[in-house]
């Protein structure tokens, strides 16, 4: 399957052809609409070309251009989980700084986002709400049939950890868009929280989801944010999350 990369601000959407058609994964900031449209551009993509958005989680750097996208193309389908579609009900998110227990990965993370936070007052959790269509997907697990009927020959994963709403779509060739699910960020790596993302709302199902995508056939993620790699990475880097959330029954299995 051809899978084209929109590369906009901070988030990495992706689009899957479906015969002439197309699904988006996720669509970036509503301040990346520009970036957006100069990416369609770039691959002779119109916005009436595509078909389905597969929302991976709720949050604004994923959800922010929903809005403009049906209102542009009323025939789109939203594909989400149904607590992303409550969350988008409401357009604010947890504020994952204010958890003492959860919300990231380890201090030298935290005190990097409490910086940022200090020097960006722009950087919220609120995002752009959406009310649900009819013509909108509502998942509430894992799912097969919804791809078949699209086209796609794969399957929709629940993983939850970084939010209550996470999916991942997972083609039978092993090709895995999990959204903030797992992660490529260097310097989030650097700080030791490899192919986490840096928020999290609970770090036992993170850890859990990253052995669900292994057993449910990734083999190359592609992520919202980083480059795609190997989903050996997330085997190799289990351990390093098991000193988090201790699992040594699940451990066996790798």
Not at 62 to 73: A, D, I, K, Q, T
Request: some cysteine; overall charge positive.
């Amino acid at each position: 399957m051809d899978i084209i990369c929109l590369k906009l601000s901070v988030t990495n959407c992706y689009l899957l052809r479906i015969g002439k058609r197309y699904l988006l994964v996720d669509t970036g900031y509503e301040r990346d609409l520009n970036i957006f449209k100069q990416e369609l551009r770039k691959n002779s993509v119109d916005i009436k070309d595509i078909k389905y958005i597969f929302l991976t989680h709720h949050h604004n750097d994923h959800s922010g251009l929903v809005n403009f996208l049906v209102e542009s193309n009323n025939s789109i389908s939203v594909i989400m989980h149904k607590y992303s579609a409550e969350a988008l009900l409401t357009g604010k998110n947890v504020d994952l700084l204010r958890e003492e227990k959860r919300g990231v990965p380890n201090k030298r993370v935290r005190f990097i986002l409490v910086i940022r936070k200090k020097l960006k007052s722009s950087w919220t959790s609120t995002f752009p709400a959406y009310k649900i269509r009819n013509i909108d997907i509502i998942v509430e697990g894992d799912n097969v049939s919804i791809l078949q009927k699209i086209g796609i020959e794969g399957k929709i994963v629940y993983t939850p950890g970084h939010t209550k709403g996470d999916i991942s779509l997972i083609l039978d060739n092993g090709s895995c868009f999990c959204g903030d699910s797992a992660m490529n960020n260097p310097i989030v790596n650097i700080l030791g929280a490899k192919n986490m993302t840096i928020g999290i709302e609970e770090l036992d199902e993170y850890y859990n989801s990253w052995l669900i995508l292994l057993e449910n056939g990734s083999t190359t993620i592609y992520p919202a944010h980083g480059k795609p790699f190997n989903a050996k990475k997330l085997k190799q880097n289990i351990g390093r999350i098991r000193a988090l959330v201790p699992a040594p029954d699940i451990m066996l299995k790798y």
